[in-house]
């Protein structure tokens, strides 16, 4: 069953534009803040670094990317993965999630 409303916490999180199979956010985090391990069984993430460090962490097969600003990373509908930032100061990531329903499942 998919997530509402995810089980965590960063600094900040945006809301930029959304329909029934497309969503962009602009999120905020402090160092150490993650978005924890989850799939989409619908949707690609698309993560844009604005600012700061950014770690994008994926299985299947595993694989971790630092993003720095003006880089992005594509995850792939099905593919477990985590953004932390990992500091010294805060990152923002602009995501882009679709084409579409969103679902948010714990890994």
Known sequence: MAESRPAYTIANKQSIAQSA???VTLMTFDPGQ?????????????SFCLKGDVELTMSGPDETVRLTPGQWKQVPVGRAHRVR????????????????EYDFMPA
């Open 34 to 46: 993650e978005i924890p391990w989850h799939t989409h069984s619908n949707v690609t993430d698309t």
């Open 21 to 23: 199979d497309v969503r």
């Open 85 to 100: 930032c990992t500091g010294p100061g805060q990152c923002e990531v602009l995501l882009v999630q679709g084409v579409g």
